[in-house]
């Protein structure tokens, strides 16, 4: 089952800083964070392993609440290469191997 | 290679025709895996391949969707007898192992008229 984003949007001034939320009905193994920009490849930024490893930019944090399925973003004193849209994939606790369960992604504009 | 490549970046197809497209991985990277990203969306797993092994294709939409690396480094996406909806850009992924980050290669464009 497809995460859930929240919000779907939203516009900042360079310096704000935002925070990205992705929830899931399901028992997660791991959440992973992309951004994309208009045209190009997703980009990776973060990904959080049930356990509490964590791997990703150093600008950039996480946290993943493995009881609640939850996973937020922080995006600190933004900055305009911010913008673009950010995407959750999350692979459940099921096992085997499976490609990554995308929501429908936060739309992020970051104003001078 | 330096990054996933993928190829062509653009294709336009009449409906009915077959196309192939081309992934080539990060060199080493032992997982692989087809996303299909609809307009406005965010991309949905089609299929994995752990080396040659395609070990779970549970996305594919149709059979007319084919996925093959036969040697376990470039795979090829096959459409049989495109249809409308099949318009998509489809990613290709790769990781060091399934579980790990993945890398996005920059998309096939796919218009079928």
């Known amino acids: 089952q497809q995460p859930v984003q929240s919000p779907q949007a939203v516009i900042l001034r360079e310096g704000e800083d935002a925070v990205i939320n992705c929830s899931s009905s399901k028992a997660l193994y791991s959440v992973h964070w992309y951004r994309q920009k208009h045209g190009e490849a997703p980009v990776f930024l973060m990904i959080?392993?049930?356990?509490?490893e964590q791997k990703g930019h150093e600008k950039i944090s996480a946290s993943f609440n493995e009881k609640k399925q939850q996973s937020s973003l922080y995006l600190t004193a933004s900055q305009l290469s911010y913008s673009g849209t950010y995407f959750c994939g999350t692979e459940d606790s099921g096992g085997g191997a499976d490609g990554l369960t995308f929501g429908k992604g936060t739309h992020l504009i970051i104003q001078p | 290679g330096a990054g996933v490549s993928q190829s062509p970046r653009y294709k336009v197809a009449k409906r009915g025709q077959d196309v192939a497209l081309r992934c080539d991985p990060i060199?080493?990277?032992?997982?692989l895996f087809w996303y299909q990203q609809a307009l406005g969306q965010g991309p949905e797993f089609l299929t994995y391949?752990?080396?040659?092994?395609?070990?779970?294709k549970s996305g594919l939409p149709s059979d007319r969707f084919f996925a093959e690396r036969p040697e376990g480094s470039v795979s090829t996406l096959k459409i049989q007898r495109t249809q409308q909806e099949d318009s998509a850009v489809y990613l290709c992924?790769?990781?060091?192992?399934?579980?790990?980050?993945?890398?996005f290669g920059p998309g096939t464009r796919l218009t079928v008229l």
């Open positions: 060199s080493g990277h032992v997982s």
């Open positions: 391949f752990q080396n040659e092994a395609q070990l779970d």
């Open positions: 992924a790769s990781s060091w192992e399934s579980y790990n980050e993945q890398f």
């Open positions: 959080l392993l049930k356990g509490g």
